[in-house]
């Protein structure tokens, strides 16, 4: 029921004929919903719902209506918000601070920055009395707000994206056993898994997968604890080009022994397979020491792809490092 132009000028009703005359009747179109002054397309507009201004400038205008876009697996979104068409756009959280920690401006304040993303354009969109983060028109790539900094106009927000652990698959390569996956109450799963070793080319070891094809995607782990009878047991996110064992892929993990390792395999060069990164690009951080299992209680992990670039992010408390 938007009854306003993209330029946030009201609506004539469609069976008025003042300030602007017109055909757009509800006689003349009684299919169309010509209902008061909302936006409609009784001709099927290529560019889309319109209305007649009641400006006395150009008569016909364009509305700014969101696409239906259907749920992700995993919605929630008073915790998370969908990604890909959805843009977070559906998210309804509480989370009012950009991911640099600048709290948001309301989304009914002009102060400290002047914006068109007034709660009366966007009735369906959650900003009625918050300054929480949202994405109401869909016109950037997630969750986002005006913040309180005057030199700041917006910023992204950490929300995270919605996905559904059970749509994921048990893949096994190399020699493994013991792989098993199960729901939590609160949607938080428990993966257990017995491997040998992932960062040498047979790729011995279980993992749970979704196929993202080309899309970007951000997920996000967190490692209650790290037991196992061997002595290079590994838990973390992994990015892979394909299932096949001599697949190009990027890693995240943590060790038992205590130390954060990035490693990528770039393919095979003169015959041989290229590593880089290795365990020049590990780190201890702070208050870790060697041997589980209470070394890794509340350690976070996060990968992020946007584009070619991938991105990861690891954090135990008050120490962190990004790759």
């Given at each position: 029921k938007k009854s306003t132009t993209k330029g946030h000028n009201?609506?004539?009703?469609?069976?008025?004929?003042?300030?602007h005359k017109h055909d757009f009747t509800p006689e003349n179109y009684p299919d169309a919903g010509l209902e008061e002054n909302f936006c409609r397309n009784p001709d099927g507009s290529?560019?889309?719902?319109?209305?007649?201004?009641?400006?006395?400038?150009q008569a016909i205008q364009y509305c700014s209506i969101p696409k239906c876009v259907p749920k992700c697996d995993g919605s929630n979104p008073e915790e998370c918000g969908c990604?890909?068409?959805?843009?977070?756009?559906?998210?309804?959280?509480?989370?009012?601070?950009?991911?640099?920690?600048?709290?948001?401006?309301?989304w009914d304040s002009q102060v400290p920055h002047v914006h068109n993303h007034d709660p009366k354009y966007?009735?369906?969109?959650?900003?009625?009395?918050?300054?929480?983060?949202?994405?109401?028109?869909?016109?950037?790539?997630?969750?986002?707000?005006?913040?309180?900094?005057?030199?700041?106009?917006?910023?992204?927000?950490?929300?995270?994206?919605?996905?559904?652990?059970?749509?994921?698959?048990?893949t096994t390569i190399g020699s493994v056993a013991g792989s098993s996956i199960s729901e939590l109450p609160d949607g938080s799963s428990i993966i257990t898994t017995n491997s040998e070793d992932i960062s040498r080319v047979s790729d011995g070891f279980s993992f749970f997968h979704?196929?993202?094809?080309?899309?970007?995607?951000?997920?996000?782990?967190?490692?209650?604890?790290l037991t196992s009878e061997q002595g290079w047991a590994r838990s973390g996110l992994m990015i892979r080009e394909t299932l096949d064992p001599i697949s190009r892929f990027e890693f995240l993990v943590f060790s038992e022994l205590g130390w954060i390792?990035?490693?990528?395999?770039?393919?095979?060069i003169e015959g041989e397979w290229a590593f880089s990164s290795n365990k020049g690009s590990s780190f201890s951080p702070?208050?870790?020491?060697?041997?589980?299992?209470?070394?890794?209680?509340?350690?976070?992990?996060?990968m992020k792809k946007v584009g070619n670039s991938v991105a990861f992010y690891a954090r135990r408390d008050d120490s962190h490092k990004s790759w």
């Open positions: 009201d609506c004539q009703r469609w069976d008025s004929q003042f300030p290529k560019s889309g719902p319109f209305c007649l201004s009641v400006l006395n400038a990604l890909d068409e959805n843009k977070q756009s559906d998210y309804r959280g509480t989370i009012g601070v950009t991911e640099d920690g600048i709290e948001c401006q309301r966007y009735p369906e969109s959650g900003l009625e009395d918050n300054n929480f983060c949202r994405n109401p028109s869909m016109e950037k790539k997630r969750a986002w707000c005006y913040t309180t900094d005057p030199d700041v106009e917006w910023g992204y927000c950490d929300v995270q994206p919605c996905w559904d652990s059970s749509k994921m698959t048990l979704s196929t993202q094809g080309a899309g970007n995607f951000d997920v996000s782990i967190k490692i209650d604890s390792q990035h490693e990528r395999r770039l393919g095979r702070e208050g870790f020491e060697s041997f589980y299992p209470e070394l890794f209680e509340n350690v976070e992990m996060h």
